[in-house]
């Protein structure tokens, strides 16, 4: 049975001292809960090691939001995926809508930085999804299909270690979310792909989670969908009286 996973992305909105907190206050409200699903936070690079720390003992897992596409070397300001491997998180985002928007960030470097997160043990979290116009203009299961592609290369064996999101870049932080018929058939297409190139084993047991606006009143709709498989959640990760609610919507 593939995992089901709520994950948070702080994105850059903690500082040190912030993010702690928020790790320790989520470590509380789990404490001896029955918790049905895997709970991820995902941390800027500052954080990371100080929130792994701080969450020890729990069922929290820890990622960062990014990783370089270079293993070492004299690239300054950035950090490999060694780097955050050494301080004990399990996760990285990669792909996300705003990297790929502001940063650049192809399908190529995607490619190289899968690879390096997977050499290093760590989970990718990766993000795939279309802008409002690919939505308007009936091309987003093509546009997701190419994003889709940057992990086609890969073995059927590192394939299975992939974590995917399906994140409507029209839907992220804007209040609009995808009914959970969107998303659906979105998973599902995305399930098909899957299965077109690694056959339909692997393709049901990878893991692909919603992210865009989900929040604790849409969360038990969408996760009930057959094809998602639980959330990548930004703004209501920021305070655990926003996360928990999803978290517990798996029942
Ligand atoms: P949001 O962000 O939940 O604030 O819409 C989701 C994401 O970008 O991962």
Redesign the pocket.
């Known amino acids: 049975m593939r995992k089901k996973i709520v994950a948070g992305?702080w994105?850059m909105n903690t500082t040190l001292q912030e993010g702690v907190a928020l790790a320790q206050g989520l470590k509380e409200a789990l404490a001896g809960k029955k918790v049905n699903c895997d709970v991820v936070v995902c941390t800027p690079f500052i954080s990371v090691a100080s929130v792994v720390e701080a969450v020890k003992g729990s069922v929290i897992g820890v990622g960062a939001e990014n990783c370089a596409d270079h293993d070492k070397g004299a690239y300054t300001g950035e950090v490999s995926a060694s780097m955050v491997a050494s301080t004990g998180a399990k996760y990285v985002i990669l792909g996300?809508?705003?990297r790929r928007q502001y940063y650049g960030e192809t399908n190529e470097m995607l490619t190289t930085k899968v690879g390096l997160a997977l050499e290093n043990g760590l989970t990718p979290i990766f993000c795939v999804g279309e802008v409002k116009e690919e939505r308007e203009n009936g091309t987003f299961k093509a546009v997701i299909e190419g994003q889709m592609k940057a992990l086609y290369g890969l073995s059927k064996e590192d394939f299975s270690k992939l974590v995917i999101a399906y994140?409507p870049v029209w839907?992220?932080?804007?209040g609009l979310t995808a009914t959970s018929d969107q998303a659906e058939e979105v998973h599902a297409f995305i399930r098909e792909s899957i299965a077109k190139v690694y056959g339909k084993e692997v393709a049901e047991e990878t893991s692909i989670l919603y992210?865009?606006?989900?929040k604790g009143s849409n969360a038990p709709e969408l996760f009930a969908q057959p094809d998602i498989d639980g959330g990548?959640?930004?703004?209501?990760a920021l305070k655990v009286d926003t996360f928990m609610p999803i978290i517990e919507a798996w029942k």
């Open positions: 992305n994105k996300h809508s705003e994140e839907a992220i932080g804007t992210g865009g606006s989900c990548l959640i930004g703004g209501a």
